[in-house]
Every structure is written in C-alpha cells, then in structure tokens.
C-alpha cells in the first residue's frame, strides 16, 4: 500500500475552544505514545477525511510534525453521527522495531454453497481480531473464504483462519467467526370469521362501533 501521511501543526486550543477550529475546517487530535509525549496537534478536515476513507485501524499512518514523520496508528476517532464529521481523533506513535497489539477487521468472502442449497444464512460472529506483529507486518485486514460452508451448522473460528507471516493471533481460537444457520420459516395463521347465530359476522360490528367510541373519545380530549 501507498505510504500515507498527514500534515499536522501544534495545536494551542484545548477545551470547549476546540469548536472554533472545526468551524476553521480544522479536526483537533492528540499523539501519544510509549516513550513520547502527548501533542495536541490539528489536521485539514477535508484531506484527512479523504485519506481515512481507505485506511483501516491496522494502516500505519505517517504524521508529519514540524518537518518530521512519525508512524502511528489510530486509536479513536469521535464522529458527529448526524452531520458525518470527525470530531477528534487519537494517533499512537508506533516504533517500527516493537512489536505491538491491535485489532484487525475480518472480511467474510465468497459465498456459501449452503445458502442456495438449504436456503441458509450465514451468521457472522467475531468481526475482528486482536494479533500482535511490527507495525510494518500488520495485514489491512483478514479475508476470510465461507466458500466451504456447505452444511447447515457448519462453521468457521479463529483457529481456522489462515496464517499470516509474522503475524500472532491472539484473540481465543474457539471465538466464532462464521455460522451456517437454518432460516426459520414463520408461519401464518389466517383469521377465521365469528357467525353469530342468525348467520351474520359478529365481530365485525363490534369492532367499528368500538372504533367509533375511540374516535368520538380522540375529538373531545
């Protein structure tokens, strides 16, 4: 993948402020790190938004910094679910010679002969997982093939998942990835007539004068 790097500044506005630089196009962050001080730092809304769209939380982000690069990752980013916009966001500075722990996404692919042959649905269980690798090992994301989900029941867990080198999965090789299920078929019950005695439906009248009383009752409230 292409390297990636954002611009940064020094950030002063701190608090409640912080509002005046998203009205400037500007998203608030912090950098933070083993052995590196936290900085408040502020990016270009619109080019940091365009980048994010194809980075996951296992893409070394480059933040160049006073003429500097540091690698990191992104660990939080706080989002206005109603407007779309980034709010803030955290960057852990990464050494590319330590190891380190994150998540990285699964992505179910192909598809499962057991979904046309027994009308089936493929349940998803765990949609990430935790490993351990250098920065630089860190895969996008793991693709995981369903294609042999040809049974009902039949399933898929971490401990199937393919080895990546230089990789560690550590997140508990029993966790579901992937279940076939039965599509349970719900079954209706169409609704029988009442006859009164005299041959006529007798719910029926019932259930419009009630209505009646209810909309009489509406109007005066």
Do not use: C, W
């Not at 009164?196 to 007798?202: A, K, L, N, Q, S």
Request: proline residues 4%.
């Amino acid at each position: 993948m292409e390297k990636i790097v954002l611009e940064a500044k020094k950030r002063d506005v701190i608090g409640k402020k912080v509002k005046t630089l998203r009205l400037e196009g500007k998203i608030p962050a912090v950098m933070y790190g083993r052995k590196f001080d936290a900085i408040p730092i502020e990016l270009d809304a619109h080019s940091t938004t365009q980048v994010l769209k194809k980075v996951s939380e296992s893409t070394i982000i480059n933040i160049s910094l006073d003429g500097k690069e540091h690698s990191a990752l992104i660990r939080d980013r706080q989002i206005d679910f109603i407007k779309g916009n980034i709010l803030h966001m955290d960057f852990q500075v990464v050494s590319l010679t330590e190891k380190i722990r994150t998540s990285v996404r699964i992505e179910l692919v192909g598809e499962a002969p057991a979904i046309e042959e027994f009308n089936a649905l493929v349940v998803s269980g765990l949609t990430e997982v935790e490993v351990e690798a250098l920065p630089q090992d860190l895969p996008e994301g793991i693709s995981v093939d369903v294609s042999g989900l040809d049974e009902i029941g039949k399933a898929i867990y971490v401990k199937d998942l393919p080895t990546i080198d230089k990789v560690e999965i550590l997140t508990d090789p029993e966790e579901l990835i992937a279940i076939t299920s039965a599509v349970k078929e719900e079954v209706i019950e169409e609704p029988t007539e009442e006859i009164t005695e005299e041959g006529e439906e007798g719910a029926e009248p019932e259930v419009i004068e009630r209505g009646k009383r209810e909309e009489e009752g509406s109007e005066e409230e």
